[in-house]
């Protein structure tokens, strides 16, 4: 059954059915208002913090994924140099560091102008999306900040493809 059957009823607000997908993948939450979530999604190299929010203004489901990094404040022009390159091949969503609060952002916004409705696999490929892409860009930033490599080669990891089978 696809998640989207379980909602057929019309005007579901979008938070309850990101509620309904922490449920289903059995995700610690916190329902913070009517129009916010957050969420701890574990991921492969670290739990990561995700918070969906409904603006009913400008009706957009805003969405940002984090974690916390603290990078020595010398290695911070090649961060945000790393990070550009990063966006260039990021289609959907956008990472930037938030120094203030010592977080790695992923941030996406989904507008759904017009009542329009998302449905729960949208959301689900949102979430999926942001875990992924923190997933495979995590392991160049650790490189960059902690390693001593720089922007181009830590980026050669998050983009090389492995060929054939092991």
């Known amino acids: 059954m696809a998640l989207s059957e379980q909602f057929l009823e019309e005007d579901i607000h979008p938070i309850d059915i990101v509620e309904h997908l922490a449920e289903h993948h059995d995700w610690d939450f916190d329902r913070i208002g009517d129009d916010q979530i957050a969420m701890a999604v574990e991921g492969q190299w670290r739990t990561y913090s995700i918070t969906l929010a409904w603006s009913g203004y400008d009706e957009t489901l805003r969405m940002v994924c984090t974690f916390e990094m603290e990078p020595p404040q010398e290695k911070l022009p090649a961060l945000y140099e790393l990070l ?83």
């Open 84 to 166: 550009n390159s990063v966006n260039d091949s990021c289609w959907a969503g956008a990472f930037t560091y938030w120094a203030d609060q010592k977080l790695m952002v992923y941030r996406y916004g989904l507008v759904l102008s017009g009542g329009q409705m998302a449905s729960p696999e949208q959301i689900d490929t949102l979430i999926t999306t942001a875990v992924l892409a923190a997933e495979r860009y995590y392991p160049a930033i650790q490189l960059l900040v902690w390693g001593d490599k720089s922007p181009k080669d830590a980026l050669q990891v998050a983009i090389a493809e492995a060929y054939g089978r092991a």
